[in-house]
């Protein structure tokens, strides 16, 4: 019986991952398939985007994608992203862009073992203090040096904009209850959130399994967001604080979406997530091939997987 549908792509026909558009945003139009291509449609026309050409498609406000388009999109090795506004807020997504399960493998493997544990996290640290040697510090103190470092960028932004700073302090249940400048980081820093988990969902990292931060389902968004804070939402809020907003959620957002639209956030947030989980070479190109053979293997405990899709019952080495 033949199965129903469009049947997908060989393997030789996807471009390789680092040949794409990683990621592309899309926001108030509507998302459809014209036969190996996604078009948007929106008051200014339609665009052709060859499928294959796509890491992930990040669907903005005023969206609507039909199921060809979908079908389209996993058939070549794409996923789809549901966010807010250029990007920021994470509200949902697709199949991951990852074609095999390494990326969340390693993570696991990693989060599972103390000493493989401690070293992600160290590394996570030395990104933060570049020329220092963080590998012998336990995560006491690494916590200190961290925490210094955020007063010291709090205090030189206080000093740099004028902004009265006396502490992180805010409330979850009641963000009006906040000063301006709490306010604006507690804005700044959900609108980095999602960036994040938008990014690690697509490349099929897990955003609960955290090396830092843990027993939380986004542990590792907090992880790698609190990378950028001090380059990225801490002077943003700051600058939003002084600038005496009457809006400062909607200010904030609006300021961190223009702060990242031309930073190549995203595929620097890509790099430093597989550096830090398949420990390779921090260098400019992503090199990880996404899109390995659609196979499943079993696993056996000897240490060796073996082929699926096939009964084992007469076989020699099972012993019922």
Request: charged share 25%.
């Amino acid at each position: 019986m033949k199965i129903p549908g469009v049947p997908p792509a060989e393997l030789a026909d996807l471009v390789r991952a680092e040949d794409r558009i990683s990621f592309l945003y899309l926001e108030r139009s509507i998302v459809h398939r014209d036969s190996n291509a996604i078009t948007s449609t929106d008051d200014r026309g339609v665009m052709h985007i060859p499928a294959a050409s796509v890491g992930v498609l990040l669907l903005g406000p005023g969206t609507t994608i039909t199921h060809q388009a979908i079908a389209l999109l996993a058939d070549h090795g794409a996923t789809a992203v549901w966010v807010g506004e250029r990007g920021v807020r994470y509200y949902a997504h697709g199949r991951t862009l990852a074609a095999s399960s390494r990326l969340l493998v390693a993570q696991a493997t990693a989060v599972s073992s103390r000493d493989r544990r401690l070293a992600v996290a160290r590394a996570m640290y030395a990104m933060r203090f570049p020329g220092e040697d963080t590998g012998s510090l336990t995560m006491q103190q690494l916590r200190g040096k961290e925490g210094a470092r955020v007063r010291r960028c709090y205090r030189e932004h206080a000093e740099r904009t004028g902004v009265a700073w006396r502490s992180r302090d805010y409330d979850r249940a009641d963000f009006d209850s906040g000063d301006p400048i709490n306010q604006a980081l507690s804005a700044a820093h959900s609108c980095l959130y999602g960036i994040v988990h938008a990014v690690i969902v697509a490349i099929g990292a897990s955003p609960g399994l955290g090396f830092v931060h843990t027993g939380h389902e986004r542990s590792f968004v907090y992880d790698v967001a609190d990378l950028y804070k001090a380059e990225i939402t801490i002077p943003v809020a700051f600058d939003i604080a002084a600038g005496g907003s009457s809006d400062v959620s909607a200010d904030t957002r609006r300021a961190v979406r223009d702060r990242v639209h031309d930073g190549g956030l995203l595929t620097r947030c890509v790099r430093d997530i597989r550096t830090l989980l398949l420990q390779t070479t921090h260098t400019g190109e992503i090199d990880e091939d996404w899109l390995e053979p659609d196979e499943v293997r079993l696993w056996d405990d000897s240490g060796v997987e073996i082929p699926s899709g096939r009964n084992y019952a007469g076989s020699s080495d099972v012993d019922f």
